[in-house]
Nanobody, 120 residues
Framework: VQLQASGGGLVQAGGSLRLSCIFSGDTLEDYVLGWIRQAPEKEREVVSCIDHRGDRTFYSDSVKGRFTISRDNAKNTGYLQMNALKPDDTAVYYC??????????????RGKGTLVTVSS
């Protein structure tokens, strides 16, 4: 199974970015999909998770109301729409899979991630 995150970049505070995660090697619908980030000199943080069919979503308090997670199982792709970005959102963002959102841990991050830099 491989996961590849993309869509990061440099954006001003208040701006938006949309991250994508391409999944390959298995059936995406068998897994929940999550996003994990690691800011400079900080521990990894699970920021969001979406269940197998996209019926339920979960967000950390730090991004709730600003980020929206979604998925398209037919395209084997997940997304993270990030609005009202803040400098504190600067991090490398990774996608991850698990059997249930409750099991998702920072260590589940896969691939190289995509860097998001928010300037003040």
């Amino acid at each position: 199974v491989q996961l590849q995150a993309s869509g990061g970049g440099l954006v001003q505070a208040g701006g938006s970015l949309r991250l994508s995660c391409i999944f390959s090697g298995d059936t995406l619908e068998d897994y929940v999909l999550g996003w994990i980030r690691q800011a400079p000199e900080k521990e990894r943080e699970v920021v969001s998770c979406i269940d197998h069919r996209g019926d339920r979503t979960f967000y950390s308090d730090s991004v709730k109301g600003r980020f929206t997670i979604s998925r398209d199982n037919a395209k084997n792709t997940g997304y993270l729409q990030m609005n009202a970005l803040k400098p504190d959102d600067t991090a490398v963002y990774y996608c991850a899979i698990e059997r249930h959102c409750a099991l998702l841990r920072p260590s589940d991050a896969r691939g190289k991630g995509t860097l998001v830099t928010v300037s003040s």
